[in-house]
């Protein structure tokens, strides 16, 4: 019955992106967009520089995501422990969270979404302009998808695929590399 699926569960494009926020048992770290279409680390340790390949694809992760497996959610079942956390932050103030847990070379995501911005959208007496119609749009459209995304995930686990769950749970130690040492250059020798 899978085969007649739709397995996608997410589809973000990469420059609505704000930040990407990874959580595991002992540590946290965040990864920034920049101006330059490049990913930034907060607080990066001294002497420490980012893997740029490896934190890009850490958070490009939910520009497609896909599951291979689905099941109803039990709630009296504590065979797995959701310690890890994915939260992307869009743009537009959409947040999507995805707590992890792996087990047997498995990885289960529970998903959730909201947006956060949470001013109310109202119609003035005069006349709005076209640009603060399409701002007020978008916004009521983020809010719907969002709240549709909640609902239709709610209750379920997914399985997804190793090479994604990696990437999930990357660790901060692999995406930092020492910075390299500047050469010394010899002193000029006199003859």
Do not use: M
């Not at 009296?76 to 792996?102: A, E, G």
């Not at 040492?181 to 020798?189: H, I, L, Q, V």
Request: aromatic share 8%; charged share 35%.
């Amino acid at each position: 019955p899978l085969d007649y699926l739709n397995h996608e569960l997410l589809k973000i494009d990469r420059v609505n992106i704000q930040s990407v926020t990874i959580t595991g048992p002992n540590e946290t770290y965040v990864l920034n967009s920049n101006d330059s279409n490049g990913v930034a680390l907060e607080n990066i340790p001294e002497g420490k520089e980012l893997k740029t390949n490896e934190a890009e694809a850490v958070f490009t992760a939910l520009t497609y995501l896909s599951f291979d497996d689905v099941r109803k959610e039990k709630p009296d079942d504590t065979s797995l422990n959701f310690d890890r956390k994915f939260t992307c932050r869009l743009k537009d103030s959409s947040v999507y969270d995805l707590s992890i847990s792996q087990k047997e070379n498995k990885t289960y995501i529970k998903c959730c979404a909201e947006f956060t911005d949470k001013t109310p959208v109202t119609k003035k007496a005069e006349v709005e302009s076209q640009e603060e119609l399409k701002k007020k749009e978008a916004k009521l459209l983020a809010t719907e998808k969002a709240e549709k995304f909640k609902a239709q995930h709610s209750g379920w686990l997914y399985e997804i695929p190793s090479y994604k769950a990696e990437l999930l749970t990357k660790k901060l130690a692999d995406l930092l590399q020492d910075k390299p040492k500047p050469e010394k250059t010899p002193a000029p020798t006199e003859p």
